[in-house]
């Protein structure tokens, strides 16, 4: 393939991943939120609150790297396979909190947590599908790591 198709394809997929990312992590810090607040329970309320902050931060730095992309990258020649990676660590590491509080909260919580978890971590699996379409192996692997770990537990 062409150096410099490929260059722009990967930058094309750039675009629409950033495109997409605010309404992402704007839908993440608002779940996060409501799934954190909702339900009191005592045997997992710290762990809450810590991955809530390490939630929010995590939302916080993949927000700046939109803001960058927007301000200095967007409508420019820029390179984007480093574009695509930094979006692609972004979204394994949220998926990978997703699971990381699900696969804690489930064990210790009452039914209707449960299924709330389970109904907030599968619409972010669905949501994702089309939010995620211009890189495939992100996609896929974002709804693997997300579903998985809590299906497995």
Request: aromatic share 12%; charged share 10%; proline share 1%.
């Amino acid at each position: 393939m062409n150096p410099t198709f490929l260059a722009s394809v990967q930058r094309d997929s750039a675009d629409l991943l950033y495109g997409n990312a605010v309404a992402g992590i704007l839908v993440s810090v608002v779940a996060s939120s409501f799934l954190v607040f909702a339900f009191k329970t005592e045997n997992t309320s710290d762990f809450k609150f810590l991955w809530l902050g390490a939630m929010t931060l995590l939302m916080a730095v993949r927000y700046m790297d939109v803001r960058r992309w927007q301000m200095q990258l967007q409508n420019t020649e820029y390179d984007g396979k480093q574009a695509l990676t930094r979006f692609v660590v972004g979204v394994w590491a949220t998926a990978l909190m997703w699971a990381t509080y699900a696969v804690h909260v489930i064990q210790f919580s009452a039914l209707i947590e449960q299924t709330t978890i389970i109904v907030v971590v599968s619409a972010m699996a669905g949501g994702s599908a089309t939010v995620l379409a211009a890189h495939k192996r992100t996609a896929m692997l974002y709804v693997f790591l997300l579903l998985a770990p809590a299906s497995i537990c």
